[in-house]
């Protein structure tokens, strides 16, 4: 069965320092993996997607995720934070066509200034 | 473009009611999806729709919960004789092709509270 853990519910980093938020997976076959911020009162934001070649996949708002087959995880990094990236992120995976995502519980981000 | 819409953005109601939510998802997206959204559950799926095909409705969490799609576009999720436990933010999601590189495009959701 697929599922994604997200092992933290809070991270939290003071603004200009590097964030990781970290996510782990487990898929039968190639993952098509997914990154999803929320705000507030807001639906959910797509990130970024890794769906083949670099491992490294650049995304919306400066975010960067890493996607390492042999660890199976997808951590979403941004190397200097802002206040305004506090929010929910949750990690998302498929491995075939016609499915739904199946996400993480989320980690909520919380940059302090 | 707009972007995927629901309505109402706020649904209050008393056990044992039926609740319709509905859902109107980007224009010639063929895919759409309903989640749910609840404290402890993180997001769950309910149900998927794609163009013509019959409806995935392994998600729903019981036979209370019903969707449908009318003329390939907006959709409404009903649940009858609403439970506490239903409780929940409800999000509709759609994509231009089910493939499995696509990302989904989430609406706002419908906060859904059983008195």
């Known amino acids: 069965a697929q599922s994604v853990a997200q092992p933290e519910d809070q991270v939290n980093v003071a603004e200009g320092n590097p964030l990781t938020v970290k996510c782990t997976y487990s898929?039968?076959?190639?993952?098509?993996l997914f990154w999803y911020v929320q705000y507030p009162n807001r639906g959910l934001q797509f990130l970024l997607k890794y769906i083949t070649g670099d491992n490294l996949v650049k995304g919306s708002y400066g975010f960067e995720a890493e996607f390492n087959k042999s660890q199976t995880s997808f951590h979403l990094k941004k190397p200097s934070a802002l206040v305004s990236d506090s929010a929910l992120y949750f990690c998302?995976?498929?491995?075939?066509?016609?499915?739904?995502?199946?996400f993480g519980k989320g980690t909520t981000l919380s940059v302090s200034s | 473009g707009a972007g995927v819409s629901q309505s109402p953005s706020n649904k209050v109601t008393e056990k044992g009611k039926d609740v319709e939510l509905r859902c109107d998802p980007i224009?010639?997206?063929?895919?759409l999806y309903w989640y749910r959204q609840s404290l402890g559950q993180g997001l769950e799926f309910l149900i998927y729709?794609?163009?013509?095909?019959?409806?995935?409705k392994s998600g729903l969490p019981s036979d209370r919960f019903s969707a449908e799609r009318t003329g390939g576009s907006v959709s409404t999720l009903t649940i009858q004789r609403t439970q506490q436990e239903d409780s929940a933010v409800y999000l509709c999601?759609?994509?231009?092709?089910?493939?499995?590189?696509?990302?989904?495009?989430f609406g706002p959701g419908t906060r859904l509270t059983v008195l």
């Open positions: 999601a759609s994509t231009e092709l089910a493939g499995r590189s696509n990302e989904q495009f």
């Open positions: 729709f794609q163009g013509n095909s019959a409806p995935d």
């Open positions: 898929v039968s076959g190639n993952p098509y």
């Open positions: 998302a995976v498929r491995d075939r066509p016609r499915a739904a995502l199946i």
């Open positions: 224009s010639g997206h063929t895919a």
